[in-house]
């Protein structure tokens, strides 16, 4: 079965340190692999998405087939980062999109 | 306002009742998704609208969900007869396209508590 894993519910690192959020997925055809982002008191945002190739914010994630990953990473994090991180993953042209459990990113001062 | 709208923000229900969530998404978005989203987990997919025709509601856990959009804009999820387990944020999302397409845009979602 199609299903996206977060394996850190929580992430704590100090401002500064580089950051990697975690990412498998599990689909045998071809995926669209998205990042979404919840700040505290906000609605769920689109961070980044693997087709476009961007960097959003200073993070970025790399589509890994051979290791059916989609990690997030940020060199220098900041204090703003907290928040709660989504990935998701959406199936060839369905357009359900399969949510991770999110992990919870404190960036300490 | 230029986002999604959901209302109420939060909703406490006694078992039983029926209750309804409304969501109106940014003008002109074609595509309307519902999403219901339990404590510590992320959202999961309820059912999905092209304009005003439900394409997808394999997400709805049981007949006691029911969602329309009858003039393909405004969108309410209705739940009858609500049980503990149906305790969620419930949220709505539109795209400007098509199911193939473009980025979704959430709404603050509703939370639902039944007690």
């Known amino acids: 079965a199609q299903r996206v894993t977060q394996p850190e519910k929580l992430l704590s690192v100090f401002k500064g340190a580089p950051v990697e959020l975690k990412c498998n997925y599990s689909y045998s055809g071809s995926p669209e692999l998205f990042w979404y982002v919840q700040y505290s008191r906000q609605r769920l945002q689109l961070l980044l998405r693997h087709i476009s190739r961007e960097s959003i914010k200073g993070f970025t994630a790399d589509l890994n087939k051979g290791e059916t990953s989609f990690h997030l990473k940020k060199p220098f994090a900041q204090e703003e980062d907290s928040a709660m991180y989504y990935c998701?993953?959406?199936?060839?042209?369905?357009?359900?999109?399969?949510w991770g459990a999110g992990t919870k990113l404190i960036i300490k001062p | 306002g230029a986002g999604v709208s959901q209302s109420p923000r939060y909703k406490v229900a006694k078992r039983g009742q029926d209750v309804a969530l409304r969501c109106d998404p940014i003008s002109g978005h074609v595509s309307l998704f519902w999403y219901q989203q339990a404590l510590g987990q992320g959202p999961e997919f309820l059912t999905y609208f092209q304009n005003e025709a439900q394409l997808d509601k394999s997400g709805l856990p049981s007949d006691r969900f029911f969602a329309e959009r009858p003039e393909g804009s405004v969108s309410t999820l209705k739940i009858q007869r609500t049980q503990q387990e149906d305790s969620a944020v419930y949220l709505c999302a539109s795209s400007k396209t098509g199911p193939s397409g473009t980025e979704a845009f959430f709404g603050q979602g509703t939370r639902l508590t039944v007690v």
């Open positions: 998701a993953l959406k199936m060839g042209s369905n357009y359900q999109l399969i």
